[in-house]
């Protein structure tokens, strides 16, 4: 029946407009890996990061690697602000140690602390960049908060048994994802 075939379109639709909201703008192997440099050249001014999974293992503190690369963003005049939904001991800790202002109990996916995380850096939605691990809170709360997201791998693949439930609920969004947005 016609009909049942634009009510199956319809409903289609609605479900990818569903997915889309959970969609980055990019996926990268690493925050590692990001080409920061061409962002800047395009305009962007500040980075908001996750920490867990995404700059370092959960609960690990910064390594060599991450120091060097707020080092490398400072250099390019690239803000940066970290952004997580963990305990204040942890982020402070990381925070100081790669220098950078941060936001503890962050409230992602709320937009609220992705606004107080550009504020600190003075930067607005357009020239600034959300770097996070996971789909429901770190990547649907920079889209909602109209920010450029950039989702990368987790860094570790033993994760707590709250965490693999919610990546097996990614799983099928990634899955159209790749398939409409990756060549
Ligand atoms: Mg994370």
Redesign the pocket.
Known sequence: MPEDRADNGKRKDFLIAMLKRFYPKRYEASAYVIPFEQYQAKGYRGVIF?????LALHGAPADEQALELFERLREIGMKTCLLSNNKEMRVRDFAEKVDSPYLYKGGKPRVRGYERAMKLMDTERENTLFV???LFT?VYGANRAGIYSILVKPMDPQEEIQIVLKRYLEKPVLYFYKRQCLR
């Open positions: 996750d920490i867990d999974n995404t996070g691990d996971q770190d």
